[in-house]
């Protein structure tokens, strides 16, 4: 009988406390609240919120602009890079006569550099290597192999550069699947979805879109200052014959000449991924490589109908795209090996701005 009369004790005596406590509490909110009103300042759970959103990309859909670092080395300061990239062809058959008409025509505008290589076979380590300046000790088309290293977004973010990848048959912004065969979108050609710092990042998948955004940029003139452009498994020439790729590539590049972002200091390079399968060659420093291939670059600044015999690669195009901005340069692109595209452009002109 003791415990039946202490336990409603226990029970009224714990309703209690917690009615005090609940007075106390209804107290203490009110008093906040009124000094919230009073001062005029926000409630900090709002503030917290604010703080903890992503910052704003600096260059997304129109950056704000600012002065280009000269060119190093020669290399002119551009207002804006596209780099398209094509698939597995050696330089023999892209020379060939009538073999490519549109591509020989556009090398009569443009300045070539005739003994381009690849890094490595097969896609991938070349892909990666223009993002990143190394294969990463990739030597597959693996779909899962992930990168956790610096890169070239790493440095254009980090001067205020604009950039944007463009994916033909992307399912999404910032898709990361690795194949989509409906609309013939590669993975294995998409470099960008192999590093862990993109990968990771809502603010770089968006900047990672399809060419419906293509076109809207160029007829808008709002392309960034780095377009990295990737055309399906069909176009770029892997799967389908060269005519096709070539005859594709003729409409592209009219697209983008005929764009209001394309001006006095724009520049196309086009370029191969690798050649021959069977072909290991490679520039100076960087043998084994996956081959010779060729890159053509079209711009006001290039040397019109120049053909170059000085041996490039990759690490040469991304070393070019650095100096051009003044960025520092990434894995191989700093060899002592390792050339920029100086020869296939005119004298630098004054600078420009970097959208």
């Not at 926000?42 to 280009?68: M, N, Q, S, T, Y």
């Not at 490519?100 to 009569?108: D, I, K």
């Not at 109908?305 to 795209?321: K, N």
Request: glycine share 10%.
């Amino acid at each position: 009988m003791r415990l039946h009369r202490f336990r409603p004790r226990l029970v009224a005596g714990g309703r209690r406390r917690r009615a005090r406590r609940a007075a106390l509490l209804l107290v203490a909110a009110l008093a906040l609240l009124a000094g919230c009103a009073s001062s005029g300042k926000a409630p900090a759970p709002r503030i917290a919120r604010e703080e903890a959103r992503p910052l704003p990309v600096r260059a997304d859909p129109a950056p704000a602009e600012r002065p280009a670092p000269a060119g190093r080395e020669g290399v002119p300061s551009f207002s804006h890079v596209i780099v398209l990239v094509m698939e597995n062809e050696p330089a023999s058959a892209l020379l060939a006569p009538g073999r490519a008409p549109r591509l020989q025509q556009l090398m009569r505008r443009g300045a070539t550099a005739v003994r381009y290589y690849g890094v490595a076979h097969p896609s991938l380590p070349n892909y990666l290597a223009l993002l990143g300046g190394s294969t990463f000790g990739v030597h597959s088309d693996c779909w899962f192999c992930y990168v956790d290293a610096p890169n070239l977004v790493d440095r254009l973010e980090a001067a205020g550069i604009s950039w944007k990848a463009y994916m033909e048959g992307l399912p999404s912004p910032g898709w990361l699947g690795p194949w989509y065969p409906p609309t013939r979108y590669a993975g294995k050609h998409d470099p960008f979805r192999y590093f862990q710092d993109i990968r990771r990042s809502p603010a770089r998948l968006r900047r990672i879109v399809g060419f419906d955004r293509l076109a809207q940029d160029l007829r808008s003139g709002r392309l960034p200052a780095f377009a990295f452009v990737v055309p399906d498994l069909c176009h770029d020439g892997h799967d389908c014959p060269l005519a096709q790729a070539d005859a594709w590539l003729g409409g592209f590049v009219r697209q983008v000449e005929s764009s209001p972002a394309w001006d006095a200091r724009s520049v196309l390079f086009i370029v191969w991924d690798e050649g021959a399968g069977g072909d290991a060659s490679g520039a100076p420093g960087l043998t084994p490589g996956g081959g010779r291939t060729l890159l053509v670059a079209l711009s006001p600044l290039a040397r019109a109908g120049y053909r170059s015999q000085i041996p490039f690669s990759h690490a040469s195009l991304l070393r070019t795209v650095e100096d051009a901005w003044g960025l520092p340069r990434l894995g191989l692109s700093a060899s002592p090996a390792v050339r920029p595209l100086t020869p296939l452009f005119k004298a630098e002109a004054p600078a420009a701005s970097a959208k």
